[in-house]
């Protein structure tokens, strides 16, 4: 017994209300039930007999002993006792799901508010929080098709980079949605687990490629499913700067085309539904993982020790304790005393009313532009708190937050924070942290080599300050507001994260001190680029250019 243990010691705390039991106790023998400032005292007497009247060779033992026991052995129970190991089969769903996204000009239609687009990012996001077990990848395309993220189960990879999904990071317009599927066949072929399934988020596919896409998909065990956004009265599509998207002298307005896309995924073994702002949807098309209900055993035949919950063992002692305080009325002593103090009026307080009807990764954005001190005090994700430290140039705390941030992104912004901060030797670290995750993260590498520059040359003038004047002839510079704000993450925030370790130094020499930049160095931060958005684009272009990917005459630009 020297390894016994609770799994779930907090449910102990539950033991600090058996006092409260015994003072109800108290409470009821000198018949102060609460109950004489809602009823009359003639009303109550009857109903609450003098004591004084009770024969003394007749004790009768409080109920309420019986169920501070029962109370006693559940919290023990609830907290899990253990102490025996035993091995236990690892587990995943075999599910695997390609989110296969249209980026082409006509997501930006505002036939749906605010537009199509965000409805379907904003949709991507409802469906990874319901599928915490299984493989996803998202694919794009536009004139070509794209790999975001492989397979994975890290679906706060895929969130992060939702935001920065708009069509103008495409290389080529269009909309070769048979180039997308062929894409997302390969990642299933490539990795996937089980059943394998393709989700198309799209206004509607081209007459010329839904033959193609349908002998392709029913080559494979594979199934294809649609989600149509958009409606069939259509919208203009508006573009930044430049008014509406116009076909000569005319507005262009891109419809959805719903009954294809049903008959896309009903020949291609799927089913078709339309977007919905609940997870009516998900539910239809059986996205979840538990939908499956197939589980198998992980590769290799992995399995792990764990300790076993014996709890449920002391549900036998508590079963009758719980029977016996019913027979003597126990719950309804214990609800007679309690419910005066729940009619005690309480101060009202302030809710927030965003906060309700909206995720955390929803308002967040609006939240730092228009106060990002008070955005970073309601804020709980790693990123979105960060970028509101980081936005209020509270770059110490930002960095902090964004250790909390997993992935390479986080690393990446806990960089760019420790380099405005002026720890640039720590900001180095954080970009290699980055790289190791992600090696062709490119923004990080061009960061990296901005900030070691900075760090050269504030340890040149550091050696031509020596001689005990090393503090001499700096004056402090004010810190200026970042060009751009760091990357912030979208999806379900995951209250399970945990933060990264600090960048061990080794054998580094002492840390720097925090001298205020110099003008020079400022210059060379402030080239530090906070916008992932512009190194998917670079990728996609790379990609594009290598395929060689010919224009179809029959495709629209939009």
């Known amino acids: 017994m020297t390894d016994f243990h609770f799994l779930r010691p907090l449910w102990l705390t539950l033991l600090l209300l058996l006092p409260l039991l015994y003072a ?20 109550l007497k009857p109903l609450i007999p003098n004591r004084e009247g009770r024969e003394t060779h007749q004790p009768r033992r409080s109920p309420l002993i019986v169920l501070g026991l029962a109370w006693l052995i559940l919290a023990i129970a609830l907290a899990g006792p253990s102490w025996r190991e035993a091995p236990t089969p690892l587990k995943q769903s075999e599910d695997s799901l390609i989110l296969v996204l249209d980026l082409s000009l006509s997501m930006l239609a505002t036939d749906v508010q605010p537009d199509r687009l965000t409805r379907a990012k904003r949709k991507i996001r409802d469906i ?36 920065v999904l708009e069509p103008v990071i495409m290389p080529a317009q269009g909309n070769r949605a048979d180039l997308a599927i062929k894409q997302a066949i390969d990642l299933l072929r490539q990795g996937a687990i089980g059943q394998g399934r393709i989700l198309l988020l799209a206004d509607q596919v081209n007459n010329a490629y839904r033959e193609r896409i349908i002998r392709d998909v029913n080559a494979t065990e594979y199934s294809l499913s649609t989600l149509v956004v958009g409606t069939q009265e259509g919208g203009p599509m508006p573009l930044a700067q430049r008014g509406f998207i116009r076909d000569g002298e005319e507005i262009v307005i891109a419809r959805a085309e719903p009954e294809g896309l049903a008959s896309l995924a009903e020949s291609s073994g799927g089913q078709s539904h339309a977007l919905t702002l609940d997870n009516t949807d998900i539910q239809a098309l059986n996205l979840t993982t538990n939908d499956t209900g197939e589980w198998t055993d992980a590769e290799d035949g992995l399995s792990a020790n764990r300790w076993q919950d014996d709890g449920y063992w002391l549900l036998w002692l508590a079963a009758p304790l719980l029977l016996l305080a019913w027979r003597r009325g126990a719950f309804a002593i214990l609800a007679l005393a309690l419910l005066p103090m729940a009619l005690t009026p309480r101060p009202a307080q302030a809710l927030d009313w965003a906060g309700l009807w909206q995720r955390e990764d929803q308002r967040a954005p609006e939240l730092i532009e228009q106060n990002p001190e008070t955005a970073a005090r309601q804020l709980e994700q790693p990123g979105w708190r960060g970028a509101a430290l980081y936005r209020d140039e ?26 405005r901060a002026g720890k640039l030797d720590q900001a180095i670290s954080a970009y290699d942290k980055a790289l190791q995750v992600n090696p062709d993260m490119e923004a990080a590498r061009q960061n990296r080599q901005l900030v070691k520059r900075a760090l050269e040359q504030q340890q040149q003038q550091q050696q031509q300050q020596d001689g005990g004047n090393g503090n001499e002839g700096q004056q402090p510079s004010q810190q200026t507001e970042p060009d751009k704000k760091p990357e912030k993450r979208a999806a379900k925030p995951s209250q399970s994260q945990e933060p990264d370790k600090e960048p061990g130094r080794g054998n580094q020499p002492a840390p720097l001190a925090d001298d205020t930049l110099d003008q020079g160095q400022e210059q060379w931060l402030r080239r530090i680029p906070d916008n992932p958005g512009g190194l998917l684009q670079r990728k996609f272009l790379q990609q594009h250019e290598q395929r060689q990917t010919a224009t179809d005459e029959g495709d629209t630009p939009w």
Do not use: C, M
């Not at 409470?27 to 005292?41: F, K, S, V, Y």
């Not at 996803?136 to 895929?158: E, F, K």
């Not at 930002?398 to 992935?407: D, R, T, V």
């Open 24 to 43: 109800l106790r108290h409470r009821l023998n000198q018949q102060e039930t609460g109950w004489q400032a809602h009823i009359p005292a003639r009303l």
């Open 128 to 163: 990874l929080a319901a599928r915490k077990d299984g493989l996803n990848a998202l694919v794009v395309y536009s004139g070509d098709a794209h790999v975001v993220t492989p397979l994975t189960q890290d679906t706060r990879t895929i969130e992060a980079l939702l935001d």
């Open 394 to 419: 509270q770059y110490e705390s930002a960095a902090k937050a964004f250790a909390k941030q997993p992935g390479a992104i986080g690393h990446y912004n806990r960089g760019n924070a420790l380099a």
